[in-house]
């Protein structure tokens, strides 16, 4: 699971240096995400059972991403000018 996680923060942060003012990036990053959430939110309350350590995992990794994006977004807009 780290070495997944390791990998999209890498590919994260890759992408957001290409092209950073194209709001379709953010568009389709958002997609995926909330799509993620809304599956993952419909399986936890349809199942009574307890969550596994994944799931946990995968909405760390999304909150350390959305973390990235949008730091990345207020340094180079706001501090960088």
């Known amino acids: 699971m780290i070495i ?3 990998v999209a923060i890498v590919l994260t942060i890759f992408l957001i240096t290409q092209n950073p003012e194209d709001p ?11 799509c993620f ?10 199942t009574k059972k307890k969550t596994p350590d994944w799931i946990g ?5 999304i909150g350390i991403l959305g973390l990235i994006v949008d730091g990345f977004i207020v340094i180079k807009r706001i501090i960088g000018g």
């Open 4 to 6: 997944i996680g390791l």
């Open 37 to 46: 959430l809304f599956g993952v939110g419909g399986w936890i309350l349809k």
């Open 24 to 34: 379709v990036f953010f568009d389709f990053f958002g997609i995926g995400i909330f």
């Open 57 to 61: 995992f995968l909405i760390l990794l």
